[in-house]
């Protein structure tokens, strides 16, 4: 099985973005995400990851799908998705900036 990503259209709405799945096993099928403006506007995600966020769901939806659940053509990332990439993806947060000494191993390094 092979996704080919098509690209994305701007919607009053939001974003759609498109991707191709090529099955040997059956006919080539294309399935649509939605990203809302509002969280792409609140910075929920990155413009450039929403892409690949779709991609994962896509590809997770398609290792799930049966013969009698076949998934649906078109669906929607939700925020909480969105979230919850974001939460996985950011970088750590540091307590501590470069090149200074936090007041507590201050104390510690004057003893």
Not at 92 to 104: D, F
């Amino acid at each position: 099985m092979q996704i080919q990503y098509l690209g994305f259209q701007p919607k009053e709405r939001g974003r759609d973005y498109s991707y191709l799945v090529i099955d040997k096993k059956s006919a080539d099928r294309e399935f649509t995400f939605s990203v809302s403006n509002r969280a792409l506007a609140e910075r929920r995600v990155r413009y450039q990851d929403v892409a690949g966020i779709c991609y994962q769901k896509l590809q997770k939806a398609l290792e799930l799908e049966t013969a009698e659940q076949p998934l649906p053509r078109h669906s929607i990332v939700s925020d909480r998705e969105l979230d919850e990439y974001r939460e996985k993806h950011s970088p750590a947060k540091r307590h501590a900036i470069w090149g200074q000494v936090s007041s507590k191993n201050r104390t510690r390094a004057h003893q």
